[in-house]
T-cell receptor, first 111, second 113 residues
Framework: KNQVEQSPQSLIILEGKNCTLQ??????????LRWYKQDTGRGPVSLTI?????NTKSNGRYTATLDADTKQSSLHITASQLSDSASYIC??????????FGTGTRLKVLA | EADIYQTPRYLVIGTGKKITLECSQT?????MYWYQQDPGMELHLIHY???????EKGDLSSESTVSRIRTEHFPLTLESARPSHTSQYLC????????????FGPGTRLTVL
């Protein structure tokens, strides 16, 4: 069964600190993996995308990694800001229309 | 910022009412999607379209229907709303190509009493 699992479910950190979110997937066939940020009451917004051959991708303070052998990905947030408070969703594309969504990690950044 | 719009943003209605959730995009994308998302849960695909006059059911069974008469417009209709339809509905669109991202609308939060 195609599945995307994320951990932790929720996370609270202080402003300025770093954090790492995890994503494990069992999806076949694998096309690409994308991390989205979803603010409360809004639709998700793409942060990064990685294909099978890519190990790391950065977007400002966000750095995603992918280990296709172990089927794991991580999203590292550097020097967190209050505006980083959101849900972060890992999405694996399994083909033309098939997107498998994780349940997300809810991040809260405190001042 | 993505040019994809959903109306209404919030809707509270009684059981048995017919409703239509609107979704429009101005990016000329051929592919459009409807997802259902319950609080704290993952998004589930309920309908998708590859272009005008193309509609398909997604992985999650839904009593809703969709139509795609124009490229930019992909409305979702519930003929008779029930409390079990209470959820957030997200519309998305993308250009052709595996690596192009889906752009999401802000969502419609539906509550059926």
């Amino acid at each position: 069964k195609n599945q995307v699992e994320q951990s932790p479910q929720s996370l609270i950190i202080l402003e300025g600190k770093n954090c790492t979110l995890q994503c494990n997937y069992t999806v076949s066939p694998f096309s690409n993996l994308r991390w989205y940020k979803q603010d409360t009451g809004r639709g998700p917004v793409s942060l990064t995308i990685m294909t099978f051959s890519e190990n790391t991708k950065s977007n400002g303070r966000y750095t995603a990694t992918l280990d296709a052998d172990t089927k794991q990905s991580s999203l590292h947030i550097t020097a967190s800001q209050l505006s980083d408070s959101a849900s972060y969703i890992c999405v694996v594309s399994a083909g033309t229309y098939k997107y498998i969504f994780g349940t997300g990690t809810r991040l809260k950044v405190l001042a | 910022e993505a040019d994809i719009y959903q109306t209404p943003r919030y809707l509270v209605i009684g059981t048995g009412k017919k409703i239509t959730l609107e979704c429009s995009q101005t990016m000329g994308h051929d592919k459009m999607y409807w997802y259902q998302q319950d609080p704290g849960m993952e998004l589930h695909l309920i309908h998708y379209s590859y272009g005008v006059n193309s509609t398909e059911k997604g992985d999650l069974s839904s009593e809703s229907t969709v139509s795609r008469i124009r490229t930019e417009h992909f409305p979702l209709t519930l003929e008779s709303a029930r409390p079990s339809h209470t959820s957030q509905y997200l519309c998305a669109s993308k250009r052709e190509g595996f690596y192009n991202e889906q752009f999401f609308g802000p969502g419609t939060r539906l509550t059926v009493l």
